[in-house]
């Protein structure tokens, strides 16, 4: 099992490649741009998003996560999500960003990587098939059952408050992730 301090070591390591150059840059996700806001985001556009986060995602180049593939890279967003503010959303045009108006921009303390953690993991067996591992497919398929949640008119298209929600559901922010 992978402990909490390697864990944590991965995350700041992650969240140094994508350091911001200012607090404030930090907060609204302005590093990235002014432009790369996010406003909406389609079902398609998603699709892009979970292809790119999974390949990252997928260390091994294996074509499938395994629960520790899967908890880094919950813990990961997390820790990002936590210290700079946003999430980023991975498209065909670039990353774009979708503020989190209430992150403290602070390190995840040890409880909340624990929580994460768990959490990540029991999600993962939710998402994984009968191998014990998640495939490209069933990984866009679990980002695909957390866009609908957020789309509260069911129009296929996230924009203001639902976005909020499908961003803090992919920080692991939110409960029923």
């Keep these: ?89 991975e498209g065909g045009n670039g990353p774009t960003t979708v503020s989190l108006s209430e992150t403290a921009s602070s390190a995840l303390s040890p409880a909340e990587h624990v929580r994460i953690d768990a959490v990540a993991r029991s999600t993962f067996y939710l998402h994984a098939g009968n191998d014990g591992r998640i495939d490209e497919n069933e990984f866009a ?9 957020a789309d509260f008119n069911s129009n296929g298209v996230l924009k203001r408050g639902e976005l909020a929600v499908f961003a803090r559901r992919q920080a692991l922010m939110s409960a029923g992730v």
């Design 1 to 89: 099992m992978i402990s909490i301090a390697l864990k944590t070591t991965a995350a700041v390591i992650a969240a140094a490649g994508l350091a911001y150059t200012s607090a404030e840059e930090a907060v609204s996700g302005e590093a990235y741009g002014a432009e790369s806001r996010l406003k909406s985001l389609t079902e398609e556009a998603l699709g892009v998003h979970a292809q790119t986060v999974f390949h990252r995602a997928d260390r091994d180049q294996s074509g499938s996560l395994d629960n520790n593939e899967y908890a880094a890279l919950s813990i990961a967003s997390a820790e990002l999500a936590r210290l700079n503010g946003f999430v980023v959303i």
């Design 141 to 149: 398929n679990a980002q695909r059952a957390m866009f609908e949640v």
